[in-house]
């Protein structure tokens, strides 16, 4: 071997490189498209997942327009009284201004079964003797007054005097969990 | 000044063992290797613009698709906050649907009576697990059963129905016991605004 046969492995070496070093940024660009494929694939699948998502949202909204108005239209008067303390001060104020003749009067907290929203009320047990269209008439306003209260219980007797009646409630204010 | 011929063969060593000439094949290897220079030339050229090209679009994908997911998060927060207040609305519903005002049943109970009919006990207690449904438990001061058949129709006529209805009559006092369901005459659900 003489030194033209070096200096000819040299320069073959020296291809060898040059095509190494090509192969290699082929191999790089390959490498970046197959990630830019991938890449456009995830966001097709997105592109599908929102599109999915906001069908069954608008689906949704369309099933629920009348149960939210429903809401709309309720949900104030359910959070007018929302703690135990008003709602009995509320009701001992509707039953001080009607004048009514009050034998008993009760109140307790209680739990609602199976009502996420309206976990609990506050129960007011109730007895009453006075005029027949006096007790009718007030229990009447009170229903309309405070359209979120539930008569649960209504006991209704002689009273003591001939146009007297005797009036056993049971009221539930309901409070609306926060 | 002349030189002598002596002298200029002193700069001229002798040549005696020269290297023989490459074969013809191994000749072609400079012709290749410039030829290799130029196609890795053009050749990585193209590449890295490729190169370029595919990572603009990569990270335009890739914003793209974290764009689209963020909106996706966003209408799946929408969607919960929904549901929710569609829960609430139906709780509420359901509170409301069973909070009918007993009021004018009571009234309508009560004016139903004859003049030789009168109330001795009347009773309405909702149901604990389904509050719109209505124990009636009434006690009448009557000697015939015509009172009852009014009363039920008062009752009827704000569109209650009575279920397994029992009554029993002794003494001149007659006991009815009744479960009382409001029904909606259209059929629609207890959606009007209160007054």
Same mark, same amino acid.
């Given at each position: 071997?003489?030194?033209?046969? /070096? ?7 020296? /291809? ?13 660009? +390959? ?12 966001? +097709?699948? $997105? ?21 939210? *108005? ?8 359910? +959070? ?16 001080? *201004? $009607? ?8 109140? *307790?907290? +209680?739990?609602?079964?199976?009502? $996420? ?51 056993? /409630?049971?009221? *539930? ?6 | %000044? ?110 139903? %009576? ?25 006690? %009448? ?55």
């Amino acid at each position: 071997m003489n030194n033209k046969h /070096i200096a000819c492995g040299i320069v073959a070496l020296f /291809i060898v490189l040059l095509v190494q070093l090509t192969l290699w940024v082929q191999g790089n660009r +390959t490498k970046v498209q197959s990630e830019a494929s991938a890449a456009q694939d995830a966001e +097709t699948a $997105a592109n599908l997942q929102l599109t999915k998502e906001r069908g069954q949202l608008g689906d949704l909204r369309r099933q629920s327009t009348d149960l939210i *108005e429903f809401l709309r239209i309720w949900q104030p008067y359910f +959070t007018t009284i929302d703690n135990p303390q008003s709602a009995e001060v509320n009701l001992s104020m509707l039953i001080k *201004e $009607a004048n009514l003749v009050n034998l008993a009067q009760r109140f *307790e907290q +209680t739990p609602v079964k199976g009502n $996420a929203s309206i976990p609990n009320t506050m129960r007011a047990t109730l007895t009453f003797e006075d005029d027949y269209a006096r007790l009718l008439n007030w229990l009447g306003d009170l229903e309309v007054k405070m359209p979120t209260v539930r008569t649960s219980s209504a006991r209704l007797s002689k009273g003591t005097r001939a146009n007297d009646l005797r009036m056993e /409630i049971i009221l *539930e204010q309901p409070l609306l969990s926060k | %000044m002349q030189i002598t011929e002596r002298q200029i063969d002193d700069f001229k060593s002798d040549r005696k063992d020269i290297t023989p000439p490459l074969p013809v094949v191994l000749r072609l290897v400079p012709l290749l290797f410039y030829c290799s220079i130029a196609v890795a030339v053009i050749l990585s050229s193209i590449f890295a613009i490729q190169f370029q090209f595919a990572v603009q679009k990569r990270d335009n994908h890739k914003t793209m698709t974290a764009s689209l997911g963020a909106q996706t998060q966003d209408t799946r927060s929408q969607r919960t906050a929904l549901e929710a207040q569609i829960k609430k609305a139906t709780d509420i519903q359901n509170w409301v649907a069973s909070s009918r005002p007993l009021q004018p049943l009571l009234l309508a109970i009560t004016r139903s %009576m004859g003049p030789r009919s009168s109330i001795v006990d009347l009773r309405l207690d909702r149901e604990t697990d389904n509050p719109s449904q209505i124990k009636m438990n009434l006690s %009448m001061g009557t000697d015939s059963t015509k009172q009852l058949d009014l009363t039920v129709e008062k009752i009827a006529a704000l569109n209650y129905r009575a279920f397994s209805p029992t009554q029993t009559l002794g003494r001149g006092e007659l006991d009815y016991k009744a479960t009382l369901v409001h029904q909606d005459p259209l059929g629609r659900q207890n959606e009007e605004a209160p007054r």
